[in-house]
């Protein structure tokens, strides 16, 4: 009931400017009870690789569920949280997660599957960042090859000597680094020349392009080659019909992530498709 009443006047609201920004203000003062409400929850999307037909590890996606707005994609409130400095003890808050349920899958004997994490641009530029993770890490007892941190390519090119001495932070952690949205960014492929880099993930653009443009498939081939000559692991996200994965099979592409498979899991979920697709009884 009062979930309706609550989306009714939101959207009342949202006609007028004025309303629109005081909607924004209300939003902002409920993301900073959010954390401590426990109203944050992550959600884990699998990724499969295709040569054992195997999940072998899973995304962690953030929600918000809202009180009165129901669950919150992360491009409604991570901006904000950006904007207002709560994304660092929010992007905390995940690492800890994802070590708790990656800790979890460990003991389920589920020991081979590994966690991806995003990373916001603040969060990367924090001094502390592969510090809390590796104390993280011990903390679960976890081996530090079961996390990846994907940065986007515009946290990538914010200064070259920092990023380059994060990243050899992050790498002497033993974490892995993967360059999410590849090709989206405005950088050019030098970076790739310059840091120590782990992972491509196929940007899911470039897929739904492969219906609608003629030069997709160039663009995507040549994306899972680079991975290749490179020697990094390629991950495509965002594979949703038949098509995408036949044609990234084709192209040997290893790690499918998407709709195909399964939406974003809560944990619980995430555990009981890994025991089925996996058959671990
Ligand atoms: P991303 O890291 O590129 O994540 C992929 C997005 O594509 C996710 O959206 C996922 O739910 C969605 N997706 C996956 N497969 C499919 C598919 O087959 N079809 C369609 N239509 N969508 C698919 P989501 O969860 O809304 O996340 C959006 C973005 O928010 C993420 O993009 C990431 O940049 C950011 N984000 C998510 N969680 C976190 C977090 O914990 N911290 C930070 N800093 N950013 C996060
Ligand atoms: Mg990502
Ligand atoms: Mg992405
Ligand atoms: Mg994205």
Same mark, same amino acid.
């Given at each position: 009931q009062v979930k309706k009443l609550g989306r009714a006047n939101y959207q009342f609201f949202? #006609?007028? +400017?004025? =309303? @629109?920004?005081?909607? %924004?203000?209300?939003?902002?003062? /409920? +993301?900073?009870?959010? +954390? #401590?409400?426990? #109203? +944050?929850?992550?959600?884990? %999307? $699998?990724?499969? /690789?295709?040569t054992r037909n195997r999940v072998v590890g899973a995304e962690a996606l953030?929600?918000? %569920?809202? $009180?009165?707005?129901? !669950?919150?994609? $992360? @491009? =409604?409130?991570?901006p904000l949280a950006e904007k207002m400095g709560l994304i660092l003890p929010i992007g905390d808050w995940v690492l800890k997660e994802v070590c708790r349920v990656a800790a979890l899958c460990q003991s389920l004997a589920l020991t081979e599957i590994e966690f991806s994490i995003n990373i916001s641009a603040h969060q990367f530029l924090l001094d502390s960042l592969a510090e809390n993770i590796h104390q993280y890490l011990e903390e679960h007892a976890l081996p530090s090859a079961l996390l990846t941190v994907e940065l986007t390519e515009s946290v990538l090119v914010k200064d070259v000597e920092t990023t380059a001495a *994060?990243? !050899?932070?992050?790498?002497?952690?033993?974490?892995?680094?993967? *360059? @999410?949205?590849?090709? !989206?960014?405005?950088?050019?492929?030098?970076?790739l020349q310059q840091f120590p880099v782990d992972e491509l993930k196929v940007d899911r653009s470039f897929l739904t392009g492969l219906s609608q443009y003629k030069n997709a498939e160039a663009i995507v081939s040549s994306i899972i080659r680079l991975a290749k000559d490179l020697g990094l692991k390629i991950v495509a996200e965002g594979v949703e019909t038949e098509q995408q994965l036949s044609f990234l099979r084709a192209k040997e592409c290893s790690i499918i992530q998407g709709y195909y498979y399964a939406k974003p899991l809560e944990a619980e979920a995430l555990i009981a498709f890994i025991k089925t697709f996996n058959r671990v009884l």
């Amino acid at each position: 009931q009062v979930k309706k009443l609550g989306r009714a006047n939101y959207q009342f609201f949202s #006609e007028s +400017l004025h =309303k @629109d920004s005081r909607r %924004q203000l209300s939003l902002e003062m /409920d +993301l900073h009870k959010a +954390l #401590e409400r426990n #109203e +944050l929850v992550l959600h884990f %999307q $699998p990724q499969i /690789d295709q040569t054992r037909n195997r999940v072998v590890g899973a995304e962690a996606l953030i929600r918000w %569920q809202h $009180p009165v707005l129901g !669950t919150l994609a $992360p @491009d =409604k409130f991570i901006p904000l949280a950006e904007k207002m400095g709560l994304i660092l003890p929010i992007g905390d808050w995940v690492l800890k997660e994802v070590c708790r349920v990656a800790a979890l899958c460990q003991s389920l004997a589920l020991t081979e599957i590994e966690f991806s994490i995003n990373i916001s641009a603040h969060q990367f530029l924090l001094d502390s960042l592969a510090e809390n993770i590796h104390q993280y890490l011990e903390e679960h007892a976890l081996p530090s090859a079961l996390l990846t941190v994907e940065l986007t390519e515009s946290v990538l090119v914010k200064d070259v000597e920092t990023t380059a001495a *994060i990243l !050899t932070q992050l790498r002497d952690v033993g974490v892995k680094v993967s *360059i @999410d949205d590849f090709g !989206t960014g405005y950088s050019s492929l030098s970076y790739l020349q310059q840091f120590p880099v782990d992972e491509l993930k196929v940007d899911r653009s470039f897929l739904t392009g492969l219906s609608q443009y003629k030069n997709a498939e160039a663009i995507v081939s040549s994306i899972i080659r680079l991975a290749k000559d490179l020697g990094l692991k390629i991950v495509a996200e965002g594979v949703e019909t038949e098509q995408q994965l036949s044609f990234l099979r084709a192209k040997e592409c290893s790690i499918i992530q998407g709709y195909y498979y399964a939406k974003p899991l809560e944990a619980e979920a995430l555990i009981a498709f890994i025991k089925t697709f996996n058959r671990v009884l």
